[in-house]
């Protein structure tokens, strides 16, 4: 039986069919590789992610982790799956060779990736966290920090976090006041409360490496003064042993809607708990220069954001599957018209509301993994491509794409989730069902790693507007490409490139007419509508590459592609035309209403 | 400080100011009431919602129901809600002085409902489903099962349920395959299984009185062999005490995301554990004549139906003002472009996208808080309105807009509550605060009382056919009324009069476009964008009768009302025209999907 995570045959059709992943194998970066590693890997998540992870993913929602005051408790299931995924060597594929790494292309652990999210999303965060952290530390820490904490992540020893947020600061960072004090011997000892800490704290692993934003004492105002900075939960000696207990310690756990595999933590820093050497404070070490922190974090960030909008997609798209084989299974009335009692009932596949159901799902989860896997490529040109150019060109539309991929699917799957419940109907809201527990998962996509309207602020106020808006300009003259693919084909294929094409004429008119007076207020009044009407087209586009990829093929799988490329631009490109009338006519509704009339 | 369940004020503007509620005091049924009993009823009903029901909000959702094999346990805390909500008289409030209510107009009954829907939705639905229950029997019952049952249903000492899906019979009630057997004495005795019976067991008060369909063996196939009997969990002895235990008995309860506190049970009908009389199976009293039970339940259900849409109404208002209240406190950021990071922070309300965000709210909830009680209106005029005619014309205008009044509040509302955790960010996704239960707890409506997609099928396919169209026409006609008194006003009211104006004309050209070809399969294909867009339209509506009611009127609750107004007009009704613009063609992606291609 095909499997309820992903299907194995989208994932070829996407990787190979469409997004030529066997060329990669050329380029010096991943000649260690071919279509058979490839897909060994491919295989070998499925097995890891249906074995391991998703058998125990009701169990950690009705088990989620609890603090004792002293410790953190967490299902013993996911500590066993995460040693299972450590052995595999799954959790370092596209990590360079120079840590231990398979330094496979990112294309393919995304891919991966989807099947860990698909399965169980709250216990593939403590991976998922840990390979953005040492990628980090990869790109912008000393070497003695990569061989001290980096090496301990790929084996699967320890896991990373990243600590942003306080109480006081979340989308604002500027206003964080941990403080790191110099201890004098080029150490630091930070002092602080902070927030929303994924994975902040368990005994999953022998060590926890904490990448902390703090403030040096002195140091400029605002986001300027804000440094980064490595505090493990147990120092490390230099023989690679664990050493003292640092004074980082949980203050409580957040009991959350959903996702509640996942550890979320109050962290204290400094608060006395512990005195490692004796003296007071959390003992850390300055990630590359002072007062760049915020820097560094983005670069972190930027492929959180990507994995954020990739997990969104795997809930939404196992989400789909399953409520695809239910309503292949269950039997309730009787086509249109056929009022006869006597005869059998029919399965709800055969009602066309159901259909419209999964068809809007397939059109959003398909459309999304598309998107995702296609910045995954992006992201490994930018490492790989033969020439400068290539990859500064990857580099600038993969940063046009960020907010899209991260907000896209964080939107439109939580709707999927949606309409899989829908379809399951009252069984659908009961928690025997897997759907009802993806909808609630689902739902703090939208909110981490950068809300939605901040995306929208990012796309709408940033990537449409720097450097002359070359980035959005790169993401038009792109799908462009799909345009004229397209046409040359003629028929349905011509006819959507048509309605892209106008689309994107739309996408650099309507971010035009926001700005044409100057004033970021009226532009960005209306930047979430901008963000999910650009959002639409970019999904459309997704959708066009896929029927090119699709033309002259037969079968049910090329006629499922071609029928929810119909869906999404029949039922859903069409929203977009509202949306950019009201951007483009700069409407002040929401910008001039006064809160007290609110 | 105002109450963060409703909005007094906003009742008051709808129930006096537009609503004329005093008219009815001149009409005989209502000849006892004035404005003081009506301003009683509500302030009574704010106090008990507020000190009996909000505070187990939370505890009966982590607390839930729960089945020991014998009996149902529920916290002690409903029980004695709903006792002071009985001893106030609130439970009998718009039922006839005949059986010992108040006989107040529905218009305000609704009103006082929706403080205790807002309060808690999973306590409230242990009364107001004994209330249709009491209401079916009052209109089908004999005088001896009014005197029977619904007097103590008035009294609070019993509640009562509706009986009507089966495990393999949701959707679908021609399949259902309980019996009912004569017992040669006039009773019955059933023998089946009855699924998602809500209130369905419990020892909150003295008896349950279960409407139970059941078909009579030898009657004719499908839905015309429906019928409806009474069915107590304990017989009642004719001096009206407790006789025997009937053979109902629960066989289990659902689990489900929300509406946890009130119990969802499947229930077994003569299975054996109790033998009444000696015999076997559960005695059950004929209601009115036999095979007429779906149309006698249909009389419950279209009350169930504005009574779901009523709650999600609720639940979303509620969900508003939590999020308004939280964004008023919440300090995070400064205004765009003020970067200087000494400047204090500013409260979330200041930021254009929170606004949006509230404002969006604003608009769904107070929108569908006067569709519900437009709708209520209605239903007093059925009842009480001065010539047949008149009562004939509510009657069909509210046939027209049941579907909507249950399917679009159970959608935006739900929307709404997505927005209310959104701008609660991280916090909202936690359990520490409300707005993520009203998320799960609301989500429910789009399932129960005839799914989504059902009400798509009921509008499109006979409110919009029956009798030439006639209830679809009188709809637009209602609405015309409104276009009229806006033009006159000119400005944005007859701006906005345009708009809807044009959207009423697409109502019906949309309508009638889809049966040109007079196939129901092709009509009813996209049934669901049309219910959506109608949807719109009707509270597009609502918010042109708001602005009439509050042309001329100053101070921040009527500018509140026309930025409301201005954001449905401008953000929300175009949303309309690509859903009618997809019905009117026909499309046929959703009706020609091969289930193989999904």
Chains 1, 2 share one sequence.
Not at 163 to 180: K, N, V, Y
Not at 494 to 511: K, N, V
């Amino acid at each position: 039986m095909a499997s309820t995570l992903l299907s194995e045959r989208d994932l070829q059709f996407l990787l190979y069919e469409w997004l030529d992943a066997e060329a990669l194998t050329a380029r010096p970066r991943y000649a260690d590789h071919s279509r058979e590693t490839f897909d060994g890997a491919l295989d070998l998540a499925e097995r890891v992610a249906t074995d391991h992870f998703a058998p125990h993913f009701k169990t950690s929602d009705a088990n989620e982790p609890h603090f004792d005051g002293e410790r953190v408790h967490v299902i013993p299931e996911v500590k066993k799956a995460l040693e299972v995924y450590a052995e595999t060597g799954l959790n370092s594929l596209s990590m360079p060779e120079s840590v231990g790494g398979a330094q496979a292309p990112r294309l393919i652990s995304s891919a991966c990736n989807a099947w860990f999210q698909a399965a169980n999303l709250g216990t593939s965060a403590y991976p998922f966290l840990t390979s953005g952290n040492a990628a980090l530390l990869l790109a912008h820490g000393s070497q003695e920090q990569i061989d001290t904490f980096v090496r301990p992540m790929v084996e699967g020893r320890f896991t990373g976090t990243m600590c942003l947020s306080e109480p006081q600061a979340g989308s604002s960072l500027s206003d964080i006041t941990t403080r790191a004090e110099p201890a004098g011997d080029g150490t630091y000892r930070l002092f602080g409360n902070k927030m929303w800490i994924s994975a902040g704290d368990h005994e999953l692993t022998e060590n926890i490496v904490h990448l902390v934003l703090a403030k040096i004492p002195g140091g400029p105002a605002g986001v300027k003064g804000i440094s980064l900075f490595v505090v493990p939960k147990h120092l490390v000696n230099d023989d690679g042993t664990l050493g003292e207990r640092n004074d980082v310690v949980p203050a409580g756990l957040n009991h959350k809607m959903g996702y509640r595999g996942t550890v979320n933590a109050l962290l204290n820093f400094g608060e006395g708990r512990h005195t490692p050497g004796g003296e007071p404070g959390a003992v850390g070490y300055l990630v590359g220069e002072a007062h760049q922190g915020l820097q560094y974090m983005f670069h972190m960030m930027n492929g959180a954001r990507i994995g954020v909008g990739a997990g969104a997609m795997a809930v939404g798209y196992t989400g789909y599957l399953k409520s695809l084989a239910y309503a292949r299974e269950r039997l309730q009335g009787r086509p249109l018209g056929a009022k006869d009692p006597d005869q059998p009932q029919v399965p709800i596949v055969e009602h066309t509301d159901v259909r419209r159901m999964l068809l809007a799902q397939k059109s959003y989860v398909e459309g999304a993994l598309a998107l995702v896997l296609y910045c995954a490529r992006l992201y490994d040109d930018t490492l790989s491509h033969e020439d400068q150019a290539g990859r500064e060109h990857a580099d600038l539309l993969l940063d046009a794409l960020t907010p899209i991929v991260k907000s896209w699917p964080s939107q439109w799957c939580v709707a999927a989730n949606d309409l899989a419940i829908q379809i399951h109907g009252g069984y659908g809201y009961t928690r025997e069902y897997d759907v009802e527990q993806h909808y609630r998962d689902n739902r703090l996509n939208p909110i981490h790693e950068g809300t939605h309207g901040i995306q929208a602020l990012d796309l709408l106020g940033r990537k449409a507007v720097l450097d002359g808006g070359k980035r959005l300009g790169l993401l038009v003259e792109a799908a462009r490409t799909a345009v004229e693919r397209a046409r040359a084909l003629g028929g349905a294929e011509a006819a959507y490139a048509d309605l892209l094409d106008a689309a994107l004429t739309r996408t650099t008119e309507t971010a035009a007419a926001a700005w044409s007076e100057g004033d970021p207020a009226v532009a960005l009044a209306n930047a979430t509508p901008y963000l999910e009407a650009v959002g639409h087209v970019v999904i459309a586009w997704m959708w066009l590459e896929q029927v090119v990829t699709a033309h002259g093929r037969e079968g049910a799988f090329y006629d499922g592609k071609r029928a929810a490329a119909a869906y999404f631009f029949h039922h859903e490109l069409p929203r977009t035309g509202p949306q950019f009338d009201l951007v483009a006519s700069r409407d002040r509704t929401v910008l001039d209403v006064s809160p007290d009339a609110l």
